[in-house]
């Protein structure tokens, strides 16, 4: 591909790449970045998703516009005429590195009650009302809907309370926390606060109804 730019005669002279460039150098800085991982996630995905590459949502800090590198939609309704249209969402981040990523396993076990996160719901939780009695419950989203006790949740793999990048200082490594948060966590937490807001509940409480 790379050398095609360079001397395809359909390729505008502007646009090809100068003679300086080192096309070796140049076709491994292109596969260490994410951009083919993108490509190839963006595709996999395709077949049961609609997916949006370089999905843009507003940083909730600054208010500048930011790109995240997959949005996958995948409707979940049997019946288009239901006034409730469930679905499925992926906010994906690509990353790939010629360091690898440390994770630290998390050494108590602590259920993931948040998760998978619920957007349109009234602050994430499902209110259970008794019929024909006065008892009610608040329920976290997931746990109403029973979310957190699919296989992937449940029994999936261990969770990790932190993780970093080894980086390679001479003959020493050194851990960056700082690089992962800031370069993969938080981007992927705006991002989701956008999809939430896309997603908004319009009234102020969901119910559940049981005998």
């Known amino acids: 591909m790379v050398e095609e730019m360079r001397t395809s005669p359909e390729n505008p002279t502007n646009n090809q790449i100068p003679a300086g460039v080192d096309l070796a150098e140049l076709t491994a800085s292109i596969e260490l970045s994410g951009y083919p991982l993108q490509g190839i996630v963006a595709s996999k995905l395709s077949s049961s998703f609609g997916v949006t590459e370089e999905w843009g949502y507003i940083d909730r800090d600054t208010q500048e516009h930011r790109n995240l590198d997959i949005f996958a939609y995948h409707s979940l309704a049997d019946d288009l005429n239901l006034p409730v249209q469930p679905s499925l969402v992926l906010l994906i981040e690509c990353k790939r590195s010629r360091f690898p990523y440390i994770f630290f396993q998390r050494t108590t076990n602590q259920p993931i009650r948040h998760f998978p ?7 994430g939780r499902v209110q259970i009302y008794e019929q024909n009695g006065n008892r009610m419950r608040e329920e976290i989203g997931a746990v109403a809907l ?5 296989s992937f949740v449940d029994a999936g793999p261990p969770t990790c309370s932190a993780f970093c990048r080894a980086n390679l200082n001479g003959k020493k490594v050194d851990l960056s926390g700082s690089e992962t948060y800031n370069s993969i966590v938080l981007p992927l937490g705006k991002a989701l606060d956008h999809a939430y807001q896309l997603y908004k509940a319009q009234e102020k409480t969901a119910k559940l109804f049981r005998c």
């Open 117 to 123: 996160a619920i957007a349109g719901l009234p602050y």
């Open 146 to 150: 029973g979310l957190n006790r699919h």
